[in-house]
């Protein structure tokens, strides 16, 4: 069974700040997603890395793949209250679809104004 | 919003009483999913679906069936309702575009008493 370690799992800041969230495993993953879920509602896909050492920018989120293809990042810039939420990755196994995702346990996160 | 409902979104049982969960999407994907959510172990695969009938199991598929026959309804049965199956349930579903990316439905949230 692949697993993915996040980190950390909690974290609260003041608007304006940096923040990194950290997937890790022992495993290589085919591809890796991440996403923000709310209270009360399913996750929401953010972004699907799929080529070791890829970056992908949205807004102020910057993700990248591991080039090992083993680990991802999510880098926050000028955090924001609206940033608020549970952040999770997922990783797949294979490529064609099939398989469930792995997730981690997720990072809660509060941007305090 | 990919087209994706579940029903009912909450539920309340007994132990011992049979449960089913129906997933219903209007995207035509192919591969369903169902997952359970709980604190201290984030989402967890429990059955998935890769075509009309063709079903496999997940992670934590003990006491629970799933049956598709048709694209667009996926569902979950709990034979037996169980305490330890009181958690929120996630239905997902995945075209097995790039890097099997999966996009989730609003949950339900099941409490067995």
């Known amino acids: 069974t692949q697993l993915l370690e996040q980190s950390p799992q909690f974290l609260s800041i003041q608007e304006g700040e940096n923040l990194t969230v950290y997937c890790n495993s022992s495993s290589v993953f085919s591809s890796l997603q991440w996403y923000r879920q709310e209270p009360g509602e399913g996750p929401v896909l953010l972004v699907t890395v799929v080529t070791g050492g890829e970056v992908k920018k949205l807004k102020r989120l910057t993700f990248q793949f591991g080039d090992a293809r083993k680990d991802s990042s999510l880098h926050i810039t000028a955090a924001q209250p609206g940033d608020t939420g549970l952040y999770l990755c997922a990783g797949a196994e294979t490529g064609g679809g099939a398989d469930g995702l792995t997730f981690g346990k997720g990072t809660h996160l509060i941007i305090q104004p | 919003d990919a087209g994706i409902t579940q029903s009912p979104r909450h539920k309340v049982t007994e132990t011992g009483t049979p449960v089913t969960l129906r997933c219903h999407q209007t995207e035509n994907h192919r591969y369903m999913y169902w997952y359970r959510q709980d604190p201290g172990h984030g989402l967890r695969l429990i059955h998935y679906?890769?075509?009309?009938?063709?079903?496999d199991k997940g992670e934590v598929s003990d006491g629970y069936s799933v049956s598709r026959s048709k694209t667009e309804d996926f569902l979950l049965t709990l034979e037996s309702a169980t305490s330890s199956q009181t958690s929120v349930y996630f239905c997902?579903?995945?075209?097995?575009?790039?890097?099997?990316?999966?996009?989730f439905g609003p949950g339900t949230r099941l409490t067995v008493l």
């Open positions: 997902a579903i995945s075209g097995a575009r790039r890097g099997n990316e999966q996009f």
């Open positions: 679906s890769y075509g009309v009938k063709d079903t």
